[in-house]
């Protein structure tokens, strides 16, 4: 099992950045890492909040070799590289372990439903050999109500056996907590992380590692403050306002209300594109949305001047 | 609408053949296509029996224009070009038109679940607006336990209206008869093809176009001979014979039993071979089938030929 790893506590799955003609915007994006980066949050770019799965590979590639030009520490970015096709899956995973970055988190193939542990271990098996890399570093993604495709005990279990030096953790999204308590309990020394900072805290007390979670873009300071803080008097207070500020945004859907809110704090419009088939929130949810973050004091302080300024020597 | 289209009226989702370490083989799949063409069958290439998904998009282009330079008549190629990122769509799309394909068969994105119709009309927009090739004829592909991203009704007739010259019908992989008939009656001249030639000869009756079966690659003479002579007399028999094959199949996890009939009755073992996820049959259930279908006196005559000439000139 791996146990030094130098994984970050918690990451946001990082808000990809678009043009109004749905391009990729490097430069926005360098930006908001580098925001993200500053305030000590790990960044899982190319996760579902990130819209991943509407990007071509090419444009994944494109988009991480530019952080990494950019000068962002690879020490901080664990990319997604899931994908349906392995060879996909590869080329993006080999690519992160050779620029060394901290870790990749791998969703399964999620096209075909209903398949077996057996041939979800022989799918992540072949991603894994193929890479050939011992720096690369697997968390593996359970997000079952997205992928359809769930990643169970008992693959977990094949997986560490067969790979124990790759095989570093779980992202649980399922939003059920007893799962990851589970995986924390039959797997010593495997990281496993909330997929919502609602459960953070909850998480940590059961031994888990932190959280990768969608609010996490907009919230990083408060989140990363309790994974530092959370054996203090304030936990569970600092947890409180967490969820509080994640149940208003879980009222819209989430990844565009996730991007209206950076497009407003950030004081950049274009930031609420989101590609198809995900559509943006309408201009009265987006008024709505401000309005009750800022009831809760809600600021993204320094993002307009991040998103501006990214583009120096680029 | 289109009505004077010449889209096949049965098609196989053609099965990739790859070697035993999981590379495309190109020869074969000349081959198994040109079997196919040779009893009338049309070639929906890259479907979901095809393990299109777990091929990358490079894989995927250089497949089809490895068919097209072989000889294979694009008038009977409908690949399927849906995918998760609109830019994969596109790309693929567009070789298909510029290659004279009869159609493309298009699933929806469907990495992301519950996504609005508006969302999923904002994406086929995308794909066929940047395509911007009058030759691009559209199928939908409806497979919803699969994808996970129904297309609804409302979604065709957005469709329809907005593009009536370049979406041209539907596959109805639902296995629900009375959504065929449905679209039948609300779209004129809308082609509707059953996802299963067990509803080949219903979805004629209510006037639909015909059939885009997984079966239609093992037993494609049987499926071509009804949809011709579907008016006769002995139309029931033949689809109740139709039938009794594909129940065989279902039997087995379709895609491994579909390859293991090749494989067997195409003297190539190879053939059985499936990517990830997806596991191949056992000896056991691979010998039970073959016992299964030669007790319905099934066979695939020509089929070993076809793949051991098919490397000529190649």
């Known amino acids: 099992m791996v146990n030094e790893l130098a994984l ?4 946001a799955p990082v808000l990809t950045p678009f043009t109004s003609d749905l391009r990729c915007d490097g430069k926005r994006f360098v930006g908001f890492c580098r925001w993200l980066e500053r305030q000590g949050m790990g960044l899982a770019v190319f996760g579902t909040n990130s819209e991943a799965n509407s990007l071509t590979l090419e444009e994944r590639i494109e988009l991480l070799d530019t952080l990494i030009e950019a000068g962002v520490a690879p020490s901080s970015l664990v990319p997604g590289s899931g994908a349906c096709a392995f060879g996909d899956s590869v080329r993006l995973s080999q690519r992160a372990a050779r620029q060394g970055c901290a870790g990749v988190l791998m969703l399964p193939p ?7 542990d057996e041939g979800l271990f022989a799918a992540f098996a072949e991603v894994i050999e193929r890479v050939g890399d011992q720096r690369l570093k697997v968390l593996l993604y359970h997000i079952p109500q997205v992928s359809g495709v769930p990643i169970t005990l008992g693959l977990i279990e094949r997986l560490i056996t067969r790979y ?3 095989i570093a953790g779980l992202k649980d999204s399922s939003g059920d907590l007893n799962y990851s308590k589970a995986a924390i309990d039959r797997f010593p020394g495997f990281r496993v992380y909330a997929g919502s900072d609602a ?9 888990g590692a932190g959280c990768i979670s969608a609010t996490a873009n ?3 300071q408060a989140i990363v403050r309790l994974r530092q803080d959370w054996r203090g008097e304030k936990a569970e207070e600092a947890q409180a306002r967490l969820t509080q500020i994640r149940k208003t945004f879980e009222g819209y859907p989430m990844i565009a209300a996730l991007k209206s809110a950076a497009a407003h704090y950030g004081e950049h419009p274009e930031f ?3 590609r198809p088939p995900l559509t943006a929130l309408t201009e009265g949810q987006r008024n709505e949305l401000v309005k009750k973050l800022s009831a809760h004091n809600f600021a993204m302080p320094g993002l307009e001047k991040a998103l501006t300024s990214s583009g120096e020597g680029m």
Chains 1, 2 share one sequence.
């Open 8 to 11: 970050p506590g918690v990451m």
């Open 218 to 220: 907009v919230n990083p």
């Open 199 to 207: 459960l953070l805290l909850a998480t940590l007390k059961h031994g």
């Open 164 to 166: 124990p030096q790759t």
């Open 272 to 274: 609420a594109t989101v």
């Open 110 to 116: 999620f096209y075909y439903k209903g398949v077996s």
